[in-house]
T-cell receptor
Framework: IAGITQAPTSQILAAGRRMTLRCTQD?????MYWYRQDLGLGLRLIHYSNTAGTTGKGEVPDGYSVSRANTDDFPLTLASAVPSQTSVYFC????????????FGPGTRLTVL | GIQVEQSPPDLILQEGANSTLRCNFSDSVNNLQWFHQNPWGQLINLFYIPSGTKQNGRLSATTVATERYSLLYISSSQTTDSGVYFCAVEGGSGNTGKLIFGQGTTLQVKP
């Protein structure tokens, strides 16, 4: 069982380019999440989805979009990357309901120049 | 929104020592989780503990919801315990999984 996979592992991107970070889980979890981790700021929630077909905004959604066409996949898109989006991005999933233990993917390190 | 403060920010231990990490939060919570981020960046869920006490091997956690704090105990620490420990909470009555993370406690265990 792979759990949660993220791709790419790392990426260097020119400012203004479009980028999609991929996240796939094989645990049939209902809920999925995207976080960014920045030094000194901890982890912050970007977007979430409690079930396939629905999405919601987290703490820092600006500049990002998500979709949840099916249970397993939750891609995060940067429409026009800016240097402030340089970060490590983590995808997570949970069954939903109670208890709502979250499980994290290995992360994607993104650098926007 | 809810504020989460962790202490101490940094901790250095000798292998075999015990430690207590603290998480204070500013409002009532119905979802509190502790995570360990190892030196390679992987985040592992340690406990889901909005109230009460749980134990898992050398680790245990207690949340006193009425006093708005949670404690993570590490006994007989090992070098593999090194990394950053995060507390994360969701405030209010909902349970959507929208966690707010503290800044973390960085633990270094020396052999």
């Amino acid at each position: 069982i792979a759990g949660i996979t993220q791709a790419p592992t790392s990426q260097i991107l020119a400012a203004g380019r479009r980028m999609t970070l991929r996240c796939t889980q094989d645990m049939r979890h209902n809920a999925m999440y995207w976080y960014r981790q920045d030094l000194g700021l901890g982890l912050r929630l970007i977007h979430y989805s409690n079930t396939a077909g629905t999405t919601g905004k987290g703490e820092v959604p600006d500049g990002y979009s998500v979709s949840r066409a099916n249970t397993d996949d939750f891609p995060l898109t940067l429409a026009s990357a800016v240097p402030s989006q340089t970060s490590v991005y983590f995808c997570a999933s949970s069954e939903g309901g109670i208890p709502d233990t979250q499980y994290f993917g290995p992360g994607t390190r993104l650098t926007v120049l | 929104g809810i504020q989460v403060e962790q202490s101490p920010p940094d901790l250095i231990l000798q292998e075999g020592a015990n430690s207590t990490l603290r998480c204070n939060f500013s409002d009532s919570v119905n979802n509190l989780q502790w995570f360990h981020q190892n030196p390679w960046g992987q985040l592992i869920n340690l406990f889901y503990i909005p109230s009460g006490t749980k134990q898992n091997g050398r680790l245990s956690a207690t949340t006193v919801a009425t006093e708005r704090y949670s404690l993570l105990y590490i006994s007989s620490s090992q070098t593999t315990d090194s990394g950053v420990y995060f507390c994360a909470v969701e405030g209010g009555s909902g349970n959507t999984g929208k966690l707010i993370f503290g800044q973390g406690t960085t633990l270094q265990v020396k052999p």
